[in-house]
């Protein structure tokens, strides 16, 4: 084992071994070692911020010891830029895993196995960042070092064959991931025992590649082999027979398969629970997708203790302002609003709110999308002296974020305006039914862009609103002179959530 081996071996000890492996080794001088040990320990004991600081410190103190070129600090920059890439620092990642990359160029050559890791991981941070062309030609390159040292049937090859299928069909190009996906899974099944895991991994992907090609009785067949690899006996449940059982399940509900699709969600919640335990995250995943099937089936008694569990556990492990649980609030509130259960909906969205203003701010665009939900829970239930309040905050947040004339505006103000028109409040209507009109007016001139169509169905229930009510048949008049005749049917309008 070579000097610069040993060093990366330390290194990945370093990083990844649960007891704490010291860096004073001899390898480094005192400081660069107590440096990589105060990285390892901000690590463990999860302080981001500080790990995130100390590595930066750890390759000033190398680079200064070793060189700007020396092959042990591309080792160094390869270990510590996945945190940079994990933490949504895609540049600053990207920027280390070039210089790695051009570091051992220079070292090694460039076609030498020392290359794979950086170019696999900036082939997985541009993918990450949903840039696949950019990913490609490092995963083309990072395949062809892999195919130059190993046989064509090497299982060493199924994981940058399966990285670069997997780029080609973020770019819709199938047939080259098809392709690829077989090859894959070809290699395994000759490469391995039949009943191997690896190769449902590989029948997997295939499968999800024919799934989004709608190409349901392949995808299906092969989700079936995946399944029956995973249920021989001898071998233990895992998460991966709980996320095959999940996809076929969703390839199910696609096909409105309800039954069969229940099937597999509740196969994959209980081998979760097994596996994970009641309060991980892949429990709750699971919840949620059970929900979400029974809802689209007007199920909403069999969703609501699901939904009710998903809040739970993350309630029990998260910040109570944190935006994942704020989404188990929202999920249940809409289920309540689809039901009319309009009472039970209100705290619900209240906390919404008092979520996002905790988070966001008072005067987010987020803000007044749930002040606009709660509003509608009022107006659902003829309260229009509390929705009142909540529409004008909406309406004073959209002023200050958009131009005047915007649509968003527009239909901020003709909200206000019918509540105030309920209330009997009409002066006040009419000044905003005005400004709304105008807006629409100068959004319907031939150079400006033609309101949306739903902006239009809002307009014409204005005019007719007011123009009947108030018989006021200028605002009428002026309508039809831009627009075709006013549609009875709009009286029945009906407001969706935003959230």
Request: net charge neutral; glycine share 4%; aromatic share 8%.
């Amino acid at each position: 084992m070579n000097s610069i081996t040993r060093i990366a071996v330390l290194i990945l000890l370093l990083l990844c071994s649960p007891v704490g492996v010291s860096a004073s080794t001899g390898a480094f001088s005192p400081e660069l070692s107590a440096a990589i040990d105060q990285y390892v320990q901000f690590r463990k004991t999860g302080e981001i911020d500080q790990a995130e600081s100390q590595a930066r410190k750890v390759l000033e103190l190398a680079e200064v010891e070793l060189g700007a070129e020396h092959p042990t600090l591309a080792v160094l920059i390869g270990n510590f830029a996945p945190m940079f890439l994990n933490l949504g620092r895609y540049n600053e990642a990207a920027k280390l895993f070039e210089r790695a990359l051009k570091i051992n160029e220079k070292a090694h050559g460039t076609d030498t196995y020392s290359l794979v890791s950086a170019l696999d991981n900036l082939a997985e941070l541009y993918r990450k960042q949903g840039r696949p062309a950019e990913a490609e030609p490092y995963s083309q390159r990072s395949l062809a070092i892999h195919e130059k040292l190993m046989a064509p049937d090497d299982r060493n090859l199924v994981p940058p064959v399966s990285k670069l299928a997997l780029i080609y069909q973020e770019q819709g190009r199938f047939t080259e991931a098809e392709q690829l996906f077989k090859r894959a899974l070809a290699i395994s099944e000759k490469a391995l025992a039949p009943g191997n895991t690896d190769i449902a991994l590989a029948l997997n992907k295939l499968a999800r590649l024919y799934r989004e090609q709608g190409r349901h009785d392949e995808a299906e067949a092969l989700y079936m082999r995946a399944i029956a690899i995973y249920e021989n006996p001898t071998l233990p449940e895992d998460g991966d027979f709980a996320t095959t059982s999940t996809y076929l399940a969703e390839l199910y509900q696609s096909q409105k398969r309800y039954e069969e699709a229940e099937l597999y969600f509740k196969r994959s919640l209980a081998l979760n629970e097994g596996v994970f335990g009641p309060d991980h995250a892949e429990i709750d995943r699971s919840l949620i997708r059970l929900a979400k099937l029974y809802q689209e089936q007007d199920r909403y008694d069999e969703a609501e203790p699901l939904l009710k569990r998903s809040l739970t556990v993350r309630e029990k492990v998260l910040d109570p302002y944190h935006r994942v649980v704020e989404e188990a609030v929202k999920d249940l509130a809409m289920l309540y609003y689809a039901q009319e259960r309009f009472a039970d909906a209100e705290p619900l969205l209240k906390r919404v709110v008092a979520i996002r203003e905790q988070r966001l701010g008072e005067n987010h665009l987020s803000v007044a999308k749930a002040l606009n939900d709660l509003a509608h829970v009022y107006e659902e239930q003829a309260r229009y002296s509390k929705a009142t309040p909540l529409l004008e905050r909406v309406l004073s947040i959209h002023e200050k974020s958009f131009d005047p004339f915007d649509g968003t505006v527009n239909i901020s103000l003709s909200r206000l305006a019918i509540v105030y028109h309920y209330q009997g409040r009409y002066a006040e209507a009419e000044l905003l039914f005005e400004r709304s009109l105008a807006i629409f007016e100068k959004r319907s001139a031939p150079t400006i862009r033609v309101s949306q169509p739903r902006s239009t169905i809002w307009h014409k229930r204005i005019t007719l609103e007011v123009g009947l009510r108030r018989r006021n048949r200028s605002i009428i008049d002026r309508w039809r002179s831009a627009r075709k005749p006013l549609d009875l049917s709009i009286l029945k309008w009906g407001y969706p959530l935003t959230i």
